[in-house]
């Protein structure tokens, strides 16, 4: 007898799938290779995009929604989370005998983005999918700094803990993001590709230039995105969990 999804899943929710095993290999690979299992955060986020375009190209299904979101809590909930602990607790030189005011502190504050990305995510799934705006800054765009900042040699555990704890408030809040236009999502997506393939390339360039777009959309494109004459007609295939 064959498995219950044959036959009701589509090549997109493949793609979707396989997000979220990058997420939990990222996990398994933080703490030999903190760089790779940053590059396979980012490759999640390609297929999260991914799946989007597949999705309109061939259709989708009934359970894509929600395979989404859950392949999501692993790679954009807990692999962020895991790469951050790993980053803080080795940067701080925090051992793990016994409970220490530090150590429980990064933990708290990683477990809170776990908690808070899976609320946001949550909310997206009933609320949000058909707009063209999101509330809260997405999961992916969080995982995507996190990653990059990581890849660029940016391991100060101070500062990777106060930006995991500050994506704690901003994946909830009530900031409205738009969507990207496919023009600016598709130069999104070649800076992306080149960090995972080439990071250390010209002193670490294109992961830097992942994180500076990625900060620069974060912080401005609520009030000062172009393109809503543009939009007009555009369906959005990259999704905005």
Do not use: K
Not at 7 to 16: K, M, N, Q, S, Y
Not at 79 to 107: H, M, R
Not at 113 to 141: N, P, W
């Amino acid at each position: 007898m064959l498995p219950r999804f044959v036959g009701r899943l589509g090549v997109a929710d493949a793609v979707t799938i396989a997000n979220a095993a990058l997420g939990f290999v990222a996990v398994v690979v933080a703490v030999v290779d903190i760089d790779l299992a940053a590059r396979l955060i980012l490759l999640a986020a390609i297929a999260d995009g991914l799946d989007g375009i597949l999705a309109r190209r061939y259709g989708g299904t009934d359970a894509g929604p929600y395979l989404d979101s859950l392949a999501d809590v692993a790679s954009f909930a807990v692999a962020p989370a895991v790469l951050s602990f790993v980053v803080v607790t080795e940067g701080f030189g925090i051992g793990f005998e016994s409970v220490t005011p530090v150590l429980l502190l990064v933990t708290v504050v990683c477990a809170l983005f776990v908690a808070m990305a899976v609320t946001r995510l949550g909310m997206y799934t009933a609320y949000d999918i058909a707009g063209s705006h999101t509330e809260g800054v997405q999961t992916t765009l969080a995982a995507t700094v996190l990653g990059a900042a990581i890849l660029a040699g940016e391991l100060r555990p101070w500062l990777v803990l106060t930006v995991t704890g500050a994506f704690c408030y901003l994946m909830v809040s009530r900031i409205r993001y738009p969507d990207l236009l496919a023009r600016d999502a598709a130069i999104m997506g070649v800076v992306h590709a080149l960090a995972i393939l080439v990071p250390d390339f010209a002193g670490r360039t294109f992961p830097y230039a992942l994180l500076t777009l990625g900060l620069a959309y974060m912080t401005c494109s609520p009030w000062l995105y172009w393109g809503d004459a543009e939009r007009t007609g555009e369906v959005d295939v990259h999704g905005n969990a």
